[in-house]
């Protein structure tokens, strides 16, 4: 059975910087993919950023290049690593993961089958 679990969320002020975890496990897959999204109050969810597992690329929402970050370990944990924060940043974030059919749908929220329960980000301006 997967289980993703988030953390790290939290209250912080415009221009500063958080790091979100999803500590992932039962995943058996040869080849997978992890994603992040979040949800704003009242709007859709939406793609933060993807890594592959293998081989490490990464993908961005225009919304967060240069800002924030997606990495992994050797641990099945991956990181979501968010500098220079806006008030607009201020969502529930998810990590999700899917098998890689490498189809490239990373960007899409309904190709992932596991999720984890969400973090609350919350930016003050």
């Known amino acids: 059975q997967v289980q993703l679990v988030e953390s790290g969320g939290g209250l912080v002020q415009a221009g500063g910087s958080l790091r979100l975890s999803c500590a992932a496990s039962?995943?058996?897959?040869?080849?997978?993919?992890m994603g992040w999204f979040r949800q704003a109050p009242g709007k859709e969810r939406e793609f933060v950023a993807a890594?592959?597992?293998?081989?490490?690329?990464t993908y961005y929402a225009d919304s967060v290049k240069g800002r924030f970050t997606v990495s992994r370990n050797n641990f099945n944990t991956v990181f979501l690593q968010m500098n220079s924060l806006k008030p607009e940043d201020t969502a529930v974030y998810y990590c999700?993961?899917?098998?890689?059919?490498?189809?490239?749908?990373?960007?899409?929220?309904?190709?992932?089958?596991?999720w984890g329960q969400g973090t609350q980000v919350t930016v003050s301006s």
């Open positions: 039962g995943l058996t897959f040869s080849s997978y993919v």
């Open positions: 890594i592959k597992w293998s081989g490490g690329r």
């Open positions: 999700a993961a899917a098998p890689d059919d490498y189809s490239d749908r990373y960007y899409r929220d309904v190709w992932y089958p596991y």
